[in-house]
Nanobody
Framework: QVQLVESGGGLVQTGGFLRLSCAAS???????MSWFRQAPGKEREFVAG????????YVADSVKGRFTISRDVAKNTMYLQMNSLKPEDTAVYYC?????????????????WGQGTQVTVSS
């Protein structure tokens, strides 16, 4: 059973930055790792994904140009660098993993999830 552990959330002011980390309990060859977020009263939404073997990325339009996804293969860790944060970025951020080579954006496509980390952006 793969375990995913997020860290790095917190409280930040508008315009600030945070870097989230997601550590996997085992090597993630031939898989896709992604970030989702869920704001209060809203559905969970896709933020960004990365192919573990080739580093191909896909970022949602809502955060494109502000958020960057990356990974450290040696550390089995994925990152989400979040810059120019806005109050609407406030949410619980989850990392997720799926097999295969397609960066899917639907929750049902992912078999493994972390417990989430809270990001709060104050205005």
């Amino acid at each position: 059973q793969v375990q995913l552990v997020e860290s790095g959330g917190g409280l930040v002011q508008t315009g600030g930055f945070l870097r989230l980390s997601c550590a996997a309990s085992e090597r993630t060859f031939s898989s896709i790792m992604s970030w989702f977020r869920q704001a209060p009263g809203k559905e969970r939404e896709f933020v960004a994904g990365i192919s573990w073997s080739g580093g191909r990325t896909y970022v949602a339009d809502s955060v494109k140009g502000r958020f960057t996804i990356s990974r450290d293969v040696a550390k089995n860790t994925m990152y989400l660098q979040m810059n120019s944060l806005k109050p609407e970025d406030t949410a619980v951020y989850y990392c997720a993993r799926r097999g295969g080579s397609s960066i899917a954006s639907g929750m049902a496509d992912y078999a493994y999830w972390g417990q989430g980390t809270q990001v709060t952006v104050s205005s």
